[in-house]
């Protein structure tokens, strides 16, 4: 019970500390800032995933370091992946015995990463408070609606997710995501950017979870107490910012 106890506790103190990182950054609203912001999660959470996929390169920050340096001046820091999957692809062509697994971090989570950068840069913070407010519903409410009426197992690859859980935590989503969405869209855009985007960061954490599945592992890391890694706490987002920038770009 004290063990209990005392997970929860540091659990909650973590919780608040990111609360209040996270208002602070979002407060002082600087490109530079985020950049910075997004780059120590990127390099944080590339060394997390290495781990999952069960790979070692330094060539990998070498690379990624380079992009998000170049991300800074890019207008379109999406567009960089494809810049990323060149130099892989050219590496592989050129080096008979480099590892395929390159393409694995570039994929997830660097991939992410850039298309929140741009979804920053493009739509500004109050684009990532509607993303995080929409994720944060999906996820708090398929959790309390599964347990509490949960019956109807969602897939094979994760028993703890209802069908019920997913529908509740989708309509919640949708409701706050209603509330928080841009000025400039529409009912009809608002409601479907909250339902694709909850949708997305249900996969985001089923993929997540397939990797420490794969990995043998409980958590990605270890750096957040009570939390787990980063990509525990981001893999929604990672998924979900995806989505909102390009479902963003086709409804404005």
Do not use: Q
């Not at 659990?11 to 609203?29: N, Q």
């Not at 109807?152 to 529908?167: A, D, L, Q, R």
């Amino acid at each position: 019970m004290n063990e209990i106890i005392k997970s929860s506790s540091t659990r909650i103190k973590t919780g608040i500390a990111l609360i209040l990182a996270v208002l602070v950054i979002g407060y002082i609203d600087s490109f530079f800032i985020m950049w910075l912001f997004f780059g120590i999660l990127l390099v944080i959470s590339i060394n997390e995933s290495m781990k999952l996929y069960k790979m070692k390169s330094d060539s990998v920050y070498v690379y990624t370091g380079i992009v998000w340096f170049l991300a800074y001046f890019y207008p379109s820091a999406e567009d960089l992946v494809f810049l990323l999957a060149l130099v892989y692809a050219s590496l592989i062509a050129y080096k008979a015995k480099i590892n395929r697994k390159l393409f694995f971090p570039l994929l997830y989570p660097t991939a992410s990463f850039l298309f929140l950068l741009a979804l920053y840069n493009e739509y500004g913070i109050l684009s990532l408070l509607w993303l995080l407010v929409i994720v944060a519903g999906a996820d708090v409410g398929a959790y309390f609606i599964g347990r509490s009426i949960g019956k109807t197992k969602f897939c094979e690859t994760s028993p703890n997710k209802t069908i019920e859980g997913v529908i509740g935590g989708v309509f919640i989503a949708t409701i706050l995501g209603i509330l928080f969405s841009l000025e400039n869209i529409s009912l009809t855009g608002a409601i479907i950017i909250s339902i694709l985007v909850s949708l997305a960061s249900v996969f985001g954490d089923l993929f997540e979870s397939y990797l420490k599945r794969l990995a043998k592992v409980k958590d990605s890391g270890n750096i957040l107490p009570g939390h787990g890694g980063i990509l525990d706490r981001t893999d929604g987002y990672l998924f979900g910012g995806i989505v909102m920038l390009i479902v963003l770009r086709a409804v404005i």
